[in-house]
């Protein structure tokens, strides 16, 4: 089979990575794997009691600790609990500097000795949360990307002010939304004109639009980037004219405005290309027919023209609408922190904050959404239709 | 459309209102791009028009910011590595894209729209999760900030851009050539090289050059796949960018510019070629 090769490649290459990511967002070691000893008898203790545990559980946390200490990896499992729960981190910090002087065989009370160090032991909360981290996997990061938090009666959401991650996603819907919008508003002209024009012309003008979609990105990014600044061109040029004052520039760049439109720009062709594919399936007879059974030109287009364009700017909308949802590279660059989409918070988690189960989850939310446009689009397109250039 | 001599005032203030929009709509297209070729020849670190370029003095013009790019060690650096990147990325991408774009277009092929959906997908999947899920992968496998991790990453990426275009030009290509060529006595690996690979090649040619481009511009899969030595033109344009944004990255954009636009007659030429060769007549 010829098709071997190409198919194992990507399967490796790109399919297990995807997979990698999706069992990252549900993966959780490191609780069980630093503490083996404590959540083995911790599974016995009744979170619902309002008491901290026992002398046993205290006692193989310490021995716990003192080999995580050792091997510096109580850090990890640190910063790991202090997603669930904030705190935690510096307690396991402190009380494992204290743990190492910790002489095992001549404590006489773990738990004596634990309170001593830190008042925070005493706390049930605390070691509510050990236990829920405790198994191999855990559903807390689809929890985190959804604002729901699991406190002790259950499922909640979260704070008001903490719900984020809902109002990135609603906000990357609606920023796509209208993009998507302002692509069929810009390209719709646009097609329907080069698919109306003499073969020769309509080839020329089609330059036009193939030059932005051939051009890099980052060029085109920059571009925006220098023409929306404060001190750039168009406002240079407003203030020039004398529509807006020198003391009143616009803000063009660093929010919504700015993503929208250089992604706009940077989208157009792909609603171009789909539109005007479909409109050069329309004979032009239909409309000379529709006119001479005494239609306007506006009757024309509505009743005849604008149906049968619509399967083009299905196509159109779809691919532009996948296309923005996940974008990362312009938003970071012109969109400041209003104009940002869940991608970036997805970089975010996983370069600098590396809470990589979250940006996993995110992702896989993500995926999920996109993959469902996918099938819509293969569905109603077919992906053997797509057409480049 | 061109317009009738009996058409009424109201059709003709139409017609003309139409033709302004769409040129608007083309000026929104390509003057952002446009723009940015005088600005690269700016003599001032500003990225607007100074008064001197306005009045088009000579003072106001130089070529310091191409200087500065063909003498800095990061741009040189970035752009010797796009340039071991993308061309090894595009070599994978096509060999592996082409055959298997033949062997999807026989006729008998089980789970076809399947493997399709699943080599397409790379093109449709968001880069950044592409990018994550190659990062978290690739470092378990030890490819992560390397080379190779990098060029497998790009090859993938352009493989749907291939199977595209190679399966375009494979609709119309005629079976009985090759069963003739077979009936003469040639051996598959012949018939492909002489009779099936003349034929298609404007198709994996135009393929080629989308999986190359895919490769030069790409930035977020690198950001996450490649470490500071494969550092490549469009990380350093992006890092620019975010970080201290220098008039010299208008020179690389203009050369980019340059270079899109030999990409775009290539692949006109190409198009027309390849509809002469099938008997269709050229646009």
Not at chain 1, 311 to 322: H, T
Not at chain 1, 347 to 353: E, P, Q, T, V
Not at chain 2, 14 to 37: A, D, E, N, Q, S
Request: proline share 5%; glycine share 6%.
């Amino acid at each position: 089979m010829l098709i071997a090769p190409l198919l194992f490649f990507v399967l490796l290459t790109f399919i297990a990575p995807i997979g990698d990511m999706l069992f990252r967002s549900v993966e959780n070691n490191i609780v069980s794997d630093t503490l083996p000893r404590t959540v083995k008898v911790l599974s016995n203790w009744d979170s619902k009691t309002g008491i901290a545990p026992d002398e046993e559980v205290f006692e193989a946390l310490a021995l716990d600790l003192k080999l995580a200490v050792k091997s510096k990896l109580h850090t990890k499992l640190g910063s790991r609990l202090n997603y669930e729960k904030t705190g935690i981190s510096s307690l396991i910090r402190q009380t494992g500097r204290k743990v190492k002087k910790l002489d095992i065989e001549a404590t006489p009370s773990f738990k004596a000795a634990f309170e001593k160090m830190n008042k925070k032991w005493m706390d049930p909360a605390i070691w509510q949360t050990i236990q829920q981290f405790s198994s191999k996997y855990t559903d807390g990061y689809f929890l985190a990307a959804a604002d729901l938090t699991r406190a002790a009666d259950g499922i909640q959401s979260v704070d008001e002010d903490k719900k984020i991650y809902f109002k990135l996603f609603v906000r990357t819907l609606y920023m796509s939304l209208g993009i998507t919008f302002m692509c069929i508003l810009l390209g719709y002209p646009i097609a329907f004109l080069l698919a109306t024009l003499p073969m020769r012309t309509s080839n020329v003008l089609m330059i036009l639009v193939l030059l932005p979609f051939w051009t890099s990105l980052l060029v085109r990014t920059s571009a925006w980037k220098v023409l929306l600044q404060n001190q750039g061109v168009i406002n240079d040029f407003l203030v020039w004219i004398g529509i807006i004052a020198d003391g009143n520039r616009l803000e063009l760049i660093n929010n919504v405005t700015g993503t929208v439109i250089a992604m706009t720009h940077i989208l157009l062709p792909f609603m171009i290309l789909p539109l005007y594919s479909v409109m050069k399936t329309i004979p032009p007879t239909y409309m000379r027919a529709a006119k001479s059974m005494g239609a306007n030109d506006f009757m024309a287009f509505r009743r005849v023209y604008f149906p049968q364009s619509i399967p083009g700017i299905g196509a159109g909308s779809i691919l532009v609408f996948i296309l923005a949802i996940g974008y990362y590279i312009t938003p970071e660059i012109v969109g400041g922190t209003k104009g940002v989409f869940i991608s970036n918070r997805i970089a975010y988690h996983i370069s600098s904050s590396l809470n990589w189960g979250l940006g996993a989850a995110l992702g896989a939310i993500l995926l999920v959404v996109v993959l469902a446009l996918y099938w819509l689009y293969d569905k109603f397109v077919g992906i053997d239709n797509v057409k480049l250039g | 459309m061109a317009l009738p001599i009996y058409a009424s005032p109201m059709q003709k203030t139409w017609y003309y209102t139409f033709r302004v929009i769409c040129g608007l709509v083309f000026f929104f297209l390509v003057f952002p791009i446009m723009v940015i070729i005088p600005l690269s020849f700016n003599a001032q670190d500003f990225f607007t028009f100074t008064p001197e370029m306005l009045a088009f003095k000579s003072e106001g013009y130089s070529f310091k910011h191409y200087d500065d790019f063909f003498t800095n060690q990061d741009w040189q650096h970035a752009l010797k590595n796009s340039l071991r990147i993308a061309p090894m990325a595009t070599v994978l991408s096509v060999s592996f894209g082409t055959l298997a774009a033949i062997g999807l277009s026989q006729s008998h092929v089980p789970f076809r729209r399947a493997i399709m959906a699943i080599m397409i997908s790379p093109m449709i999947v968001p880069l950044i999760i592409s990018a994550s899920g190659m990062y978290f992968f690739y470092s378990r496998i030890g490819l992560q900030g390397t080379y190779a991790g990098v060029v497998l990453a790009h090859a993938v990426l352009g493989v749907p851009f291939v199977i595209i275009t190679v399966t375009a030009t494979l609709v119309g290509f005629d079976k009985s050539l090759t069963r003739a060529a077979a009936n003469m006595g040639a051996g598959p690996v012949r018939t492909f090289f002489k009779i099936q690979m003349p034929l298609i090649l404007p198709g994996v040619i135009s393929g080629g050059l989308f999986a190359f481009i895919t490769s030069f511009d790409e930035v977020v899969v690198v950001l996450f796949v490649g470490s500071a030595g494969q550092k490549t033109l469009p990380w350093q344009m992006f890092t620019g960018l975010r970080e201290q944004i220098s008039p010299t990255i208008l020179a690389v954009a203009t050369i980019l510019i340059a270079m899109s636009i030999i990409l775009l007659t290539t692949l006109e030429l190409l198009r027309r070629r390849s509809e002469r060769l099938r008997g269709m007549s050229p646009g």
